[in-house]
């Protein structure tokens, strides 16, 4: 895809109701400039997919839609397969849709989780938590600890992601020590948080509290969250936020090794 392509994928995903982010694809497309794909029949536009590498040993699927119109025929496997063989060898992970969950183990995904979409309304109170803006940190310590939290380096996108216009990136430092952070960034239907990376229950919930402040009251916002992290789990419902829909969180390889206790929130169901 060129990075205008994107946009047109983008406004794809928000027609399938996935609600993206207003401001996400110049962050997405520069993860990987030549991992997002699309399919032409006799020069239109058809089918999308996106196959970022990360690192030297990790990729993700997403954006992988093929119009209502052209659905059926083959033009979405054929897309998907390109996907596969531009990651091949890497362990490669994506959120999938109930619908399609039996074809990606049909082409090898195994299931590691489910993955949880919370709604809520924002309640316009300010609490005093006791959290700083992110860009009082070195870019470095963010990163570093962001990679705690991911499969493999991502460290571009990351600085990219925390910037991006119109967002809210909170964090929470004991000492000298980075223990938590989020983002909060506009949608095209209210606000989503993510990350939402805390070492604990305690520390995501006061991160959790900033980033609703800063929501007008009444907006809708939403939090993606990982069904195995228990007090994630606790934390959409004690703010009365309500289930939605899941994707599985699948991997062709054995699943990475991450700290799922202290991922309150997903980034992106798109790039991982």
Known sequence: MTRGELELAIDWAAAEGW????????????????????????????????????????????????????????????????????????????????????NY?????????????????????????????????????????DRQCFPDVRSHFTQCWITQPNSHVIARVQGQTLVGYGVIRPCQNGYKIGPLFADTATVADKI?????AQIPAGSPFYLDVPEVNDAAVALAKRY???????TARMYTQAAPKLPLEKIFGVTTFELG
């Open 240 to 246: 009365g936020m309500n289930s939605m829909f899941e």
């Open 19 to 102: 609600n993206p982010g207003l401001h996400d694809a110049d962050c997405f497309y520069n993860a990987d400039l030549t991992g997002f794909l699309m399919g032409f029949l006799e020069g239109e536009p058809m089918a999308s997919i996106s196959a970022v590498k990360y690192g030297d040993s990790f990729g993700f699927i997403g954006f992988y839609i093929v119009k209502p119109e052209f659905r059926g025929q083959g033009y979405g496997l054929a897309i998907w397969q390109a996907a596969l063989d531009y990651l091949q060898g890497r362990n490669i992970g994506l959120d999938g849709v109930v619908a399609q969950q039996d």
């Open 105 to 145: 183990v049909k082409s090898g995904f195994r299931l590691a989780y489910r993955n949880i979409r919370y709604e809520g309304v924002a309640n316009g109170n300010d609490h005093d938590s006791g959290c700083v803006p992110l860009g009082d940190l070195p870019i470095q310590t963010v990163v570093d600890y």
């Open 208 to 212: 959790f509290q900033t980033l609703m």
